[in-house]
């Protein structure tokens, strides 16, 4: 069965490094998003990415985030400096399409921790 | 701006039972799509069933059926004949018809089934 896949499970940085986040998303799928979950609070959506660009983007989604879609099968989330509060469990997720209550599917996760 | 409430942190429930999870959520908008995510320990979210706003009839998914309360903004899960597979972190999650497939969620409910 067709899966997101994200890598690394877990990854630890000092305050201030950049840091850049896997993701394989399902083949055909189309539509990726990020997600973060901060340990006890809710997940909350990052950013949607469509055909190359940026469609949505949320007010955590600042300046020193950014997605990029390199070479038609990976999709990565960098965080440029890292801050001790961007710890958090980071998912990746896509979709075949947006709307119609299209399913999205999720991958495992990435635990960041920052130091 | 959409919110989602999950009021109850934690629930268990005997195997083979039944169990009801809560859900509301607040919106001004008409056409939305509600869903349920589960999360098993150290797994990754799988969808479990979805709900079309514009829909009346509730849907259903075998073991699992929602009551789907469009007036009272409330989405909660039904978990017939629960089994111990059901153990989980369950999500429900808003999405609004206008959005690029961005999901909102609620805190969560850990389902603990017991033997």
């Given at each position: 069965?067709?899966e997101?896949?994200?890598?690394?499970?877990?990854?630890?940085?000092?305050?201030?490094?950049?840091?850049?986040?896997?993701?394989?998303?399902?083949?055909?799928?189309?539509?990726?998003?990020?997600?973060?979950?901060?340990?006890?609070?809710?997940?909350?959506?990052?950013?949607?990415?469509?055909?190359?660009?940026?469609?949505?983007?949320?007010?955590?989604?600042?300046?020193?985030?950014?997605?990029?879609?390199?070479?038609?099968?990976?999709?990565?989330?960098?965080?440029?400096s890292?801050?001790?509060?961007?710890?958090?469990?980071y998912?990746?997720?896509?979709?075949?399409?947006?709307?119609?209550?299209?399913?999205?599917?999720?991958?495992?996760?990435?635990?960041?921790?920052?130091? | 701006a959409?919110?989602?409430?999950?009021?109850?942190p934690?629930?268990?429930?005997?195997?083979?039972?039944?169990?009801?999870?809560?859900?509301?959520?607040?919106?001004?908008?008409?056409?939305?799509?509600?869903?349920?995510y589960?999360?098993?320990?150290?797994?990754?979210?799988?969808?479990?069933?979805?709900?079309?706003?514009?829909?009346?009839?509730?849907?259903?998914?075998?073991?699992?059926?929602?009551?789907?309360?469009?007036?009272?903004?409330?989405?909660?899960l039904?978990?017939?004949?629960?089994?111990?597979?059901?153990?989980?972190?369950?999500f429900c999650?808003?999405?609004s018809?206008?959005?690029?497939?961005?999901?909102?969620?609620?805190?969560?409910?850990?389902?603990?089934?017991?033997?």
């Open positions: 069965e067709p997101v896949t994200q890598t690394p499970s877990h990854q630890v940085t000092q305050m201030g490094q950049e840091v850049i986040l896997r993701c394989v998303p399902i083949s055909n799928h189309l539509y990726f998003y990020w997600y973060r979950q901060i340990l006890g609070q809710k997940v909350e959506f990052l950013v949607s990415f469509y055909n190359n660009e940026i469609s949505e983007k949320s007010e955590i989604f600042d300046d020193q985030f950014s997605v990029e879609r390199p070479d038609g099968s990976n999709f990565t989330l960098k965080i440029r890292t801050k001790l509060e961007d710890s958090a469990m998912f990746c997720a896509s979709s075949a399409d947006r709307g119609r209550a299209t399913e999205a599917f999720f991958g495992q996760g990435t635990r960041l921790t920052v130091v | 959409q919110t989602v409430t999950q009021s109850q934690e629930m268990s429930v005997q195997e083979a039972e039944t169990v009801t999870l809560s859900c509301t959520y607040d919106t001004s908008e008409n056409n939305y799509y509600l869903f349920w589960k999360q098993p320990p150290s797994r990754q979210m799988i969808l479990v069933i979805r709900q079309e706003a514009y829909k009346q009839q509730n849907a259903t998914e075998n073991r699992f059926s929602v009551n789907f309360q469009k007036a009272a903004k409330s989405f909660s039904k978990i017939s004949d629960s089994q111990l597979g059901d153990t989980a972190m369950y999650a808003f999405m018809g206008t959005s690029y497939g961005k999901l909102t969620f609620g805190q969560g409910t850990i389902l603990t089934v017991h033997p």
